[in-house]
Nanobody, 117 residues
């Protein structure tokens, strides 16, 4: 059974930083692209950052230059370093493996990021 466990969220002031972690189990992690998604209140879930099995990264325009995605295949983990956070980054953040317009597996519980002064 594939499972993702996200952690690292919290309350941070605008301009601050957070690092999110995602631990994956039940898959051969190194074979799959991974992504970080977020869902803000009243909005649809969106993909904000992705990394291929080979390490190529892509970012949504809204986070480009501020967020960094990276992975550690030895730990079956993917991370999201978030810098220069803005109130509009407030959302529940999830990890999953991107599959076309959607995601490959069931969603974890996510981790809440709140950016507020």
């Amino acid at each position: 059974q594939v499972q993702f466990v996200e952690s690292g969220g919290g309350l941070v002031q605008p301009g601050g930083s957070l690092r999110l972690s995602c631990a994956a189990s039940g898959i051969i992690f190194s074979r799959y692209a991974m992504g970080w998604y977020r869902q803000a209140p009243g909005k649809e879930r969106e993909l904000v950052a992705a990394i291929t099995s080979g390490g190529t990264t892509n970012y949504a325009d809204s986070v480009k230059g501020r967020f960094i995605i990276f992975r550690d295949n030895a730990k079956n983990a993917v991370y999201l370093q978030m810098n220069s956070l803005k109130p509009e980054d407030t959302a529940v953040y999830y990890c999953n493996s991107p599959f076309g317009p959607t995601a490959r597996y069931a969603w974890g519980q996510g981790t809440l990021v709140t950016v507020s002064s």
